[in-house]
Every structure is written in structure tokens, then in C-alpha cells.
């Protein structure tokens, strides 16, 4: 089993920024692609940003200049670097991760418990 422990959600004003982290741990012989979602109240979840193990990137045009992605596979964690955040921001935020567990070549995608991003205006 895998836990990815999702960390630096909080209450922001709108202009601030705020990063985020998610560390995994557990049976990991490797982890592929890992990304952000966010969930706000009464919405779909949706992806905000996708880092492959290379180190490609994607965001959702909402938040393209404003947040970034990023990586330390020698810790094993991801990173969401959210600056000029706006109130339409909020939301819990969630990280996974597509994890290799024994270098069967298998992939299995694990969750964050989410962290709660708040931006008042």
C-alpha cells in the first residue's frame, strides 16, 4: 500500500499564494505520473495539473501563469505552487499518484486525503 500525505492548504486573500505538498510513502519500486485535482462544493473534481516522471507538465487553462507543478522523486513527492490566487480557487485540493509497487510494471493510482484551499476576496 502507498500513502500520499497531502500538506500547505489554508485561508488566503485573493492575490495570495499558497503551496501545496504531497509526500508519498509505503510500497513504492516507482511512481509514474502524479497530479492535482481540486473538488469545490457541488462541482465535479477536476484536474489542475499533471507532472510526468520526466518532468512534463500540463495545467487546466484556469490556471495556466498562476500555479506550477513540480517534483522531487528522491523524496518522493509532488508540489503545486499557487500564486495571484482568486476566490474561484477554493476548494479541496487532492493529489495522486500512479505507483509501480513491485516493478511488475503495473500501475496503481493513489489518493491524497485532500486539503482545503480557501481564497476570500
Known amino acids: 500500500q502507498v500513502q500520499l500525505v497531502e500538506s500547505g492548504g489554508g485561508l488566503v486573500q485573493a492575490g495570495g499564494s499558497l503551496r501545496l505538498s504531497c509526500a508519498a510513502s509505503g510500497s513504492i519500486f516507482s511512481i509514474h505520473a502524479m497530479a492535482w485535482y481540486r473538488q469545490a462544493p457541488g462541482k465535479q473534481r477536476e484536474l489542475v495539473a499533471h507532472i510526468s516522471s520526466g518532468g512534463s507538465t500540463n495545467y487546466v487553462d484556469s490556471v495556466k501563469g498562476r500555479f506550477t507543478i513540480s517534483r522531487d522523486n528522491a523524496k518522493n513527492t509532488v508540489y503545486l505552487q499557487m500564486n495571484s490566487l482568486k476566490p474561484e480557487d477554493t476548494a479541496v485540493y487532492f493529489c495522486?499518484?500512479?505507483?509501480?509497487?513491485?516493478?511488475?510494471?503495473?500501475?496503481?493510482?493513489?489518493w491524497g486525503q485532500g486539503t482545503q484551499v480557501t481564497v476570500s476576496s
Open positions: 495522486s499518484a500512479n505507483v509501480d509497487n513491485s516493478g511488475s510494471g503495473l500501475l496503481t493510482t493513489y
